[in-house]
């Protein structure tokens, strides 16, 4: 019998965070709860969990900082915040921050889950890849360690971005699509309408770490119409 994935919800609405444990349990995970932020942290940061569903909007801490100190400590646990629908800011700040991606309120429950499939699954790159990337002369990216170096600044990525840089280094010879890239790495059902910013989010954190002016990138390109492109400099 395969392993349930265990996923930590943090959610302290009694009824939305009782919710999510039944429909969690229905659909053959293996959940566990909190109802703030301090307990939500200190959960993540000693349990294992494949997945923690996140809210922006918690007592004692909010789902920014354990996001924040989460990855702090661990760069590859997969989360994904809640947040308000209509708050594009914290949508963004928690893409930002390194949540995988997010799910705005009020979400329909096939929605939610089809946002958890997709993450669980994280896609891997179907190829070998080498595990030093370049960029130019002065840019050396260790895929493994999640590190790299960009003259003499240090640089720190998450697994998803190094799957991203991955992906397009990969495929370098043309623009690759943002539904490719939702479907690859994200693990999105292909033809899936969902609205989702995560893409151009995780794009814009690369440039800001890679490029000297993100503005006018030289490295990680926007190909108009047709997607993103990563030129080896």
Known sequence: MPRKAKILVVEDEAA???GLIDVLLYH???P???EDGQSGLDKALTGKYDLILLDV??????????????RAADREQAIIMLTAKTSDEDIIQGL?????DYVAKPFSVAQLLERIKAVLRRARIGIETAHMLELGDDIQ???RNLTGQRGQESLAFTRREIDLLQYLSAHSERPVPRDELLSKLWGYAKNLELETRTVDIHIAKLRRKIESNP?????LVTVRGAGYRLMPG
């Open 16 to 18: 939305i965070r009782a």
């Open 28 to 30: 053959g995970f293996q």
């Open 215 to 219: 503005a006018r990138p030289r490295f």
């Open 141 to 143: 990216i260790d895929t």
């Open 32 to 34: 566990d709860a909190v």
């Open 96 to 100: 930002q921050l390194g949540a995988d």
């Open 57 to 70: 909007m918690l007592p004692k801490l909010d789902g920014f900082e354990v996001c924040n100190r989460i």
